[in-house]
T-cell receptor, first 111, second 117 residues
Framework: DAKTTQPTSMDCAEGRAANLPCNHS???????VYWYRQIHSQGPQYIIH???NNETNEMASLIITEDRKSSTLILPHATLRDTAVYYC????????????FGQGTELSVKP | DVKVTQSSRYLVKRTGEKVFLECVQD?????MFWYRQDPGLGLRLIYF???????EKGDIPEGYSVSREKKERFSLILESASTNQTSMYLC????????????????FGDGTRLSIL
């Protein structure tokens, strides 16, 4: 299983971009990178996922390095409501989409 | 938007009781999952199901069973509740797309915080 490594915590000023890094050096060629977040007392919320190319949706952008060993989630204009724990996950291939959540990065957006 | 609904947000039961946690999704998803979340341990997979009447053990199935009689509903059963099953329980679903490994995201409910006294 591809293990991911994320910083334990990060701060970001409201209105600025939040850049959350993730290392996944053992990722294999057919494994995707997923990002979820969990706001206190709620279930995890899907944000974005990608395989090789950079991806963007209404919530965030995902930048994956060319060697696929790391990625960065970008929240372009962070708000106080983006304060949450952010999880970078690489689901094992052919295990039914099973998700393995690590400890994630606790992002605090400050006024 | 995908909607995954768990029957209760908070539940208090007694040791030895049989406990049912219900989960319903409205997107015709084939795959459904039950996780538990504990401080310092993250989310751990209990059981999952690829289709009606099908189930697979996850990483921590002991003390639990599941039922999937209809596609939209996946139930988690604590056969005889114990205090170490006090936890946050999360249900998720995703579509199948004709492949055991789905590259489609899982969508989660808001969780059931279960306390066993």
């Amino acid at each position: 299983d591809a293990k991911t490594t994320q910083p334990t915590s990060m701060d970001c000023a409201e209105g600025r971009a939040a850049n959350l890094p993730c290392n996944h050096s053992t990722i294999s060629g057919n494994e995707y990178v997923y990002w979820y977040r969990q706001i206190h007392s709620q279930g995890p919320q899907y944000i974005i996922h990608g395989l090789k190319n950079n991806e963007t949706n209404e919530m965030a952008s995902l930048i994956i390095t060319e060697d696929r060993k790391s990625s960065t989630l970008i929240l372009p204009h962070a708000t106080l409501r983006d304060t949450a724990v952010y999880y970078c996950i690489v689901p094992p291939y052919n295990q039914g989409g099973k998700l393995i959540f690590g400890q994630g990065t606790e992002l605090s957006v400050k006024p | 938007d995908v909607k995954v609904t768990q029957s209760s947000r908070y539940l208090v039961k007694r040791t030895g009781e049989k406990v049912f946690l219900e989960c319903v999704q409205d997107m015709d998803h084939e795959n459904m999952f039950w996780y538990r979340q504990d401080p310092g341990l993250g989310l751990r997979l209990i059981y999952f199901s690829y289709d009606v009447k099908m189930k697979e053990k996850g990483d921590i199935p002991e003390g639990y069973s599941v039922s999937r009689e209809k596609k939209e509903r996946f139930s988690l059963i604590l056969e005889s509740a114990s205090t170490n099953q006090t936890s946050m329980y999360l249900c998720a679903s995703t579509t199948y797309r004709g492949n055991i490994y789905s590259n489609q995201p899982q969508h989660f409910g808001d969780g059931t915080r279960l306390s066993i006294l």
